[in-house]
């Protein structure tokens, strides 16, 4: 990764060395304790002496074991780490709210909130959100919720430079950056880098519709990861492997690839880098 790369991918707000990494060893919710600090503390090592900052993933199902990995990647040089509300148990907002305090108390990495209702069940008002940015709780949020959503954060937050705005569903990264959002941090800029970096700058020049015009060409790829029983890691894998990286397979029970959408990944992708 040449240094002109690397500063484009900070801009972004896109991590393409830990996400590869990360996909190297399994996907978070299979890997244990161990395993993920191996992979935050590789990562840290290999964007060593580069612009590339390092946002690691420490969201487990207890808050023990969230912790342990926030004060690891404080520890090791991680900048920032990304908590999303644990999976598979009710917890109210006040429970969640303990939870992101203990992790800012054990961690010298600025802490990044995952909103994710679709898979945690817990939503947070845009001015819940906001809140918790002017407190000093977090200094950023992913935002995978809707557009409408969105768009009243930004609203909201009134471009506080306290509190980035991000957004992760790859069908809205157009929308929400034409909204204001700061950054994209999603699976699809692993398949796609050049192309996200290039329709990020485009609209921060304000330059729409050329900006349009790469994203409508990467954004078939983008949505088949989830078409036709496919899932991110499989899809996301094979891609990079066709790009020449590695990556592996998906840790079971996620299912590889199939053959028939190996081919149409094939024609998707090269209709991406044709822009």
Do not use: W
């Not at 991590?15 to 503390?41: A, D, S």
């Not at 999603?186 to 921060?204: C, E, F, H, R, W």
């Amino acid at each position: 990764m040449t240094p002109q790369v690397r500063r484009q991918v900070r801009l972004c707000g896109v991590l393409i060395y830990l996400i590869r990494i990360t996909l190297i060893q399994g996907e978070f919710t299979m890997m244990n304790v161990e395993e993920r600090k191996q992979v935050i503390k590789t990562a840290v090592d290999a964007a060593k002496d580069s612009d590339v900052f390092i946002l690691a993933g420490i969201t487990c199902n207890s808050t023990n074991d969230t912790v342990e990995l926030a004060r690891y990647s404080g520890e090791v040089g991680a900048e920032y780490v990304l908590a999303l509300p644990p999976h598979a148990v009710p917890i109210t907002k006040e429970a969640m709210m303990d939870y992101f305090k203990a992790i800012k108390a054990n961690t010298t990495s600025g802490l990044v909130l995952y909103h994710f209702p679709g898979e945690t069940n817990i939503t947070f008002s845009p001015e819940e959100i906001v809140e918790m940015g002017r407190s000093g709780l977090i200094c950023a949020v992913k935002n995978t919720a809707g557009m409408e959503h969105t768009q009243e954060l930004i609203l909201a937050n009134g471009h506080n430079p306290d509190l980035k705005i991000t957004n992760g569903f790859d069908s809205l990264a157009f929308a929400a950056m034409a909204c204001g959002a700061d950054a994209l941090i999603n699976a699809g800029s692993n398949m796609t880098p050049g192309q996200y970096v290039k329709m990020m700058d485009l609209i921060k020049e304000g330059n729409y519709e050329e900006a349009r015009r790469i994203y409508e060409a990467i954004l078939p790829l983008l949505l088949f990861q989830e078409q036709n029983g496919n899932t991110e890691p499989g899809l996301c894998k094979y891609v990079l492997s066709l790009q020449g990286f590695d990556v592996g397979t998906p840790r079971k029970p996620i299912p590889e690839v199939s053959e028939e959408s190996k081919e149409t990944a094939k024609k998707l992708l090269a209709l991406a880098e044709s822009i």
